[in-house]
DNA sequence: TCTGGGGTCCTAGGACCC
DNA sequence: TCTGGGGTCCTAGGACCC
């Protein structure tokens, strides 16, 4: 029965529409019904609840496109709450990491678990976490397990596949799926009942090629030869071909490095055509950038800022960026905010309607490794080190944007480009205001 | 009226160098 | 008439992920 594996394995963690069950949590009342999350400002559906999937809208789907499904259907909508995701996320992820020695936090409601060595029925084990995981925090997951990492994320994908479609694949693989386990026959089979358009890697662009090559299911992909592959298309998909033969590629990764970018970009509530409020938008975007950085421990060489019109919108479009050379590597909020204004100064053209902007700090590189300070002029380095965790320590304490730079526009003032959140829920697990009050 | 935000990696092509 | 080859670096753009 539990015969000791052989080789690398790997489970995958998966919560299930992550967004719309954090959000079920909280209102039971929403179980069993139609409910997306919206995007910022409220643009598009970027989770769906099974019967807002049975009701065919598309990931990625805009909010006034299927806002008549409001009344005809159901639906409801949310604005997107992300500080109780991120929370709900933490609680999910330290359950999830009982089922095996290492984890890999893969994103918000993902994570990958080295199964190398681990005894016993794994079927069982992840079957435990996961009832755990729904009892402790109220979010439904789906485990997949694999040689591969690639294999893993297949393995959970048919896992909430069975359990959503019934019929799709045998009833025994809902909520866990473990590929390792499988008879080649079996493997064969299910291979064939998936779509080459589900494997991690394989987006719509390639998908496509491939069918149009007469390549549609895994099994058909996992047929050809990784030359053929990497002679068409790239190194990534030979990799991805290898992965889903069994051979490890893709180590995991339990470690997250340092980012290389940092961005803050928004679309705004409505189209801005003029400098002064895109200035404010600037100065809010590279003060968050900069914050972000010293969190890391980072200092950037590069600030980029862009401003853009609609590609939606029939009027004239214009779409520029502009990279910034910073005079020495910085985290200093009022030097990236001022390579960014001055970016923004050369790149604005009047007579457009803007609908995004934003600003990326690159070229990172770790604040340990001092930087001598040459300039006499400008010695005073450590208090604006020292300013600037003042400025963290404030915000943090009192809320975002209690200080900050005064090209950011007064609070009071009303920002015309500030993004629409009308749908938001409460606050329930981080702020303490919004803690739900449990009445006799 | 209304179409997200934040990342990573790879490739092709041009500039430049010897 | 004939007009190299190879390496590196940079950038823009594409594709993917959640």
Not at 22 to 47: H, K, Q, T
Not at 225 to 232: E, K
Not at 310 to 325: I, K, M
Not at 409 to 415: H, T, V
Request: aromatic residues 6%; contains cysteine; hydrophobic residues 40%.
């Amino acid at each position: 029965m539990s015969k000791p594996a052989s080789g690398p394995l790997y489970a995958l963690v998966d919560g299930n529409n992550f967004y719309v069950s954090c959000e079920r949590v909280f209102r039971p009342s929403l179980n069993n019904r139609p409910v997306v999350v919206l995007s910022n400002n409220d643009g598009c559906a970027i989770a769906r609840s099974n019967e807002a999937k049975a009701l065919g809208i598309a990931m990625g789907a805009p909010w006034f496109k299927i806002k008549h499904m409001e009344d005809e259907a159901g639906l409801v909508a949310l604005s997107a709450n992300f500080a109780l995701y991120g929370d709900m996320s933490d609680r999910m992820m330290s359950l999830a990491a009982g089922l095996g020695p290492t984890q890999e936090i893969y994103s918000i409601d993902e994570s990958f678990i080295d199964l190398t060595g681990v005894r016993g029925d794994l079927v069982e084990r992840s079957h435990k976490i996961r009832d755990r995981i729904l009892q402790w925090v109220g979010i439904p997951c789906c485990v997949g397990i694999g040689s591969t990492k690639t294999l893993a994320k297949l393995a959970n994908h048919i896992a909430k596949n069975a359990e959503r479609k019934p019929g799709s694949y045998p009833a025994r693989l809902a909520q866990v799926c473990n590929l390792a386990a499988m008879t080649p026959q079996e493997l064969k089979e299910t291979f064939a009942a998936t779509e080459v358009g589900e494997v991690w890697g394989i987006g719509r662009r390639i998908s496509k090629q491939l069918q149009d090559g007469g390549i549609h299911t895994v099994q058909d992909l996992i047929e050809l030869d990784s030359a053929t592959l990497r002679r068409g298309w790239s190194v990534v998909l030979e990799r991805t071909l290898r992965e889903l033969q069994g051979t490890p590629c893709i180590d995991l990764d339990h470690t997250p490095a340092a980012k290389k970018e940092i961005a803050c970009t928004r679309s705004f509530g409505r189209a801005v055509t003029e400098l002064e409020p895109l200035k404010e938008a600037i100065t809010e975007f590279a003060s968050r950038t900069a914050e972000k950085l010293r969190k890391q421990h980072s200092l950037a060489s590069q600030v980029l800022v862009f401003i853009r019109t609609s590609p939606f919108r029939p009027d004239a479009q214009y779409s520029r960026s502009l990279t910034v050379p910073l005079r020495r590597p910085t985290a200093d909020t009022a030097l990236i905010v001022h390579a960014a204004l001055m970016g923004l100064e050369a790149i604005f053209r009047s007579g457009f309607k803007y609908a995004k902007a934003g600003v990326m700090v690159l070229d990172l590189q770790s604040d340990t490794v001092v930087q001598q300070e040459l300039d006499l002029e400008d010695d005073n380095g450590a208090d604006k080190t020292r300013l600037m965790s003042a400025l963290d320590t404030i915000n943090q304490r009192y809320g975002k944007g209690t200080m900050k730079i005064a090209s950011a526009g007064l609070a009071g003032s009303r920002r015309v480009w500030s993004m629409k959140q009308e749908r938001r829920t409460p606050g329930y697990t981080t702020c303490v205001d919004d803690i739900p009050v449990a009445r006799a």
